[in-house]
């Protein structure tokens, strides 16, 4: 499972995942959702430090996009 948490609005989306591998794609599932709906751009992305989240794909999506990452500290969700 993955949990999307707008902090400005404080909604949360869950989306279950069959694989750890689909978090990239499922990311930009709900960037594309949430960017519809709410007309603003995502501009930071805070995550954990597991490993789907160490993938190339989504450091260079980002940056192509403008979206700054923050790591979370180990421990702390």
């Known amino acids: 499972m993955l949990t999307f948490v707008d902090d400005f609005s404080r909604k949360v989306w869950f ?43 989504l450091s260079e999506f980002c940056a192509t996009q403008g979206i700054v990452r923050h790591k979370s500290l180990v421990g702390k969700p």
């Open 15 to 57: 989306c279950f995942l069959r694989q750890k591998n689909d978090a990239f794609s499922m990311f930009k599932k709900f960037k594309a959702l949430d960017e519809n709906q709410i007309g603003k751009k995502i501009k930071n992305l805070m995550i954990d430090n597991g490993l789907k989240f160490r993938e190339t794909k």
